[in-house]
T-cell receptor
Framework: DAGVIQSPRHEVTEMGQEVTLRCKPISGHDYLFWYRQTMMRGLELLIYFNNNVPIDDSGMPEDRFSAKMPNASFSTLKIQPSEPRDSAVYFC?????????FGEGSWLTVV | AQTVTQSQPEMSVQEAETVTLSCTYDTSESNYYLFWYKQPPSRQMILVIRQEAYKQQNATENRFSVNFQKAAKSFSLKISDSQLGDTAMYFCAFTVMQGGSEKLVFGKGTKLTVNP
């Protein structure tokens, strides 16, 4: 299996621009997670889906963040408008209900 | 609140020696899984080892093993015969099973350096 695939791996964008991060989970996994990692706050769960349905989005920092999972093999995390404090590594992860496997992360820098 | 505490922000060990990373957690749940993840400088999160809370036997994965003390809510990671490639951040985490769903709770990590 190819594992969890994220794109882009790196993105530098200007404040105010829209950012879209993409994720393809491992085939057959029912759960999909979006995490954010910063030096200050460590790893934070933003949102997770079960069978394409958002279950818990309490970690989404504000309305500028939105996530969708239109089908079992694709999810997006969108930030609009982006701000410098959104700079972080964003991880997508998927799970079969027992173990969570992470993608390689998307490094976002907002200048 | 469900929390994970890693009391050692940084550790170092000589190559070929053994090192133990500490982790304690707090949860009122009875059904959960425990994990150690490794994050090398590439920032990729790599699963190292996994333990089911209902199993008494400690998990082992090659040079990596855990000491799981359920009553004490302790889950330490032992790395034997340390190698330079083991240099990384190590995160302890547990998954709380909630009605069939799960949320992974992480500690703040321990930075391990293996010295030649």
């Amino acid at each position: 299996d190819a594992g969890v695939i994220q794109s882009p791996r790196h993105e530098v964008t200007e404040m105010g621009q829209e950012v879209t991060l993409r994720c393809k989970p491992i085939s057959g996994h029912d759960y999909l997670f979006w995490y954010r990692q910063t030096m200050m706050r460590g790893l934070e769960l933003l949102i997770y889906f079960n069978n394409n349905v958002p279950i818990d989005d309490s970690g989404m920092p504000e309305d500028r963040f939105s996530a969708k999972m239109p089908n079992a093999s694709f999810s997006t995390l969108k930030i609009q408008p982006s701000e410098p404090r959104d700079s972080a590594v964003y991880f997508c992860a998927s799970s079969d209900g027992n173990t969570i496997y992470f993608g390689e992360g998307s490094w976002l820098t907002v200048v | 609140a469900q929390t994970v505490t890693q009391s050692q922000p940084e550790m170092s060990v000589q190559e070929a020696e053994t090192v133990t990373l500490s982790c304690t957690y707090d949860t009122s749940e009875s059904n959960y899984y425990l994990f150690w993840y490794k994050q090398p400088p590439s920032r990729q999160m790599i699963l190292v080892i996994r333990q089911e809370a209902y199993k008494q036997q400690n998990a082992t994965e090659n040079r990596f093993s855990v000491n799981f003390q359920k009553a004490a809510k302790s889950f330490s990671l032992k790395i034997s015969d340390s190698q330079l490639g083991d240099t990384a951040m190590y995160f302890c985490a547990f998954t709380v099973m909630q009605g069939g769903s799960e949320k992974l709770v992480f500690g703040k990590g321990t930075k391990l350096t293996v010295n030649p």
